[in-house]
């Protein structure tokens, strides 16, 4: 079993649809929780960072994490065509080890 | 600011060669990751290095090698290269503190043939 599992996709949606992204995870030590976008051919962009359960708001994102469950979402507003890329968690116990990563879910928003 | 650099963007090489990648982390970070991402497969997680030691290694053999320098840079050498080593190779890089962050670079293309 993978440690931090996400599915794949490809999801679809229309322009300015709302998109939830999920993960689960299995390690409790996980403590630090981290959203990235990737576009084809670049480099991971981090989107949102995270410590233990709660939401967080940036703009048209919301990332929640629900520790009791061991799960951790991405939640895009009013979704748009620029956002069309690779959506990966990550996450880490806190003691600056290495990330561990889902292996991502390809995100398409169609006009 | 300038964000992680990494060199060169494509690199071609012949099945038992070897391969150095190089990459600059952003001013002040002293903790360099590096990433294997295949085709198909998600970040794989290969070597950490912070001010200079090797902290964490993960499930690659010992061909994958790499250093960090005085200044932080970090080289990562693939040695006895295999096609199945075909892969983007992503570098990252975070204050080294448990709570940091750590960003990306752009990556290196590396084409085994």
């Known amino acids: 079993q993978k440690e931090v599992e996400q599915d794949p996709g490809p999801l679809s949606v229309p322009e300015g649809a709302i998109v939830s992204l999920n993960c689960t995870y299995s390690?409790?030590?996980?403590?630090?929780f981290m959203w990235y976008r990737q576009y084809s051919r670049k480099g991971p962009e981090l989107l949102m960072y995270?410590?233990?359960?709660g939401n967080k708001e940036d703009g048209r994102f919301t990332a929640q994490v629900d520790k009791s469950s061991k799960y951790i979402s991405l939640f895009i507003r009013d979704s748009q065509p620029s956002d069309s890329a690779t959506y990966l968690c990550?996450?880490?116990?806190?003691?600056?080890?290495?990330?561990?990563f889902g292996t991502g879910t390809r995100l398409q928003v169609t006009l | 600011e300038a964000g992680v650099t990494q060199s060169p963007t494509h690199l071609i090489k012949t099945r038992g060669q070897q391969a150095t990648l190089r990459c600059s982390p952003i001013?002040?970070?002293?903790?360099v990751y590096w990433y294997q991402q295949a085709l198909g497969l998600g970040l794989q997680f290969l070597l950490w290095?912070?001010?200079?030691?090797?902290?964490n290694r993960g499930n690659f053999p010992p061909r994958f090698s790499g250093r960090q320098f005085p200044n932080y840079s970090s080289e990562l050498n693939v040695n006895a290269l295999e096609l199945e080593d075909s892969a983007l190779y992503l570098c990252?890089?975070?204050?080294?503190?448990?709570?940091?962050?750590?960003?990306f670079g752009q990556g290196t293309r590396l084409t085994v043939v």
């Open positions: 390690n409790s030590a996980f403590q630090y």
């Open positions: 290095y912070d001010e200079g030691e090797e902290r």
């Open positions: 990252a890089s975070s204050l080294g503190s448990a709570k940091a962050e750590a960003f």
């Open positions: 990550a996450t880490h116990t806190g003691t600056a080890s290495k990330l561990t």
């Open positions: 001013s002040g970070h002293t903790s």
């Open positions: 995270t410590y233990s359960s």
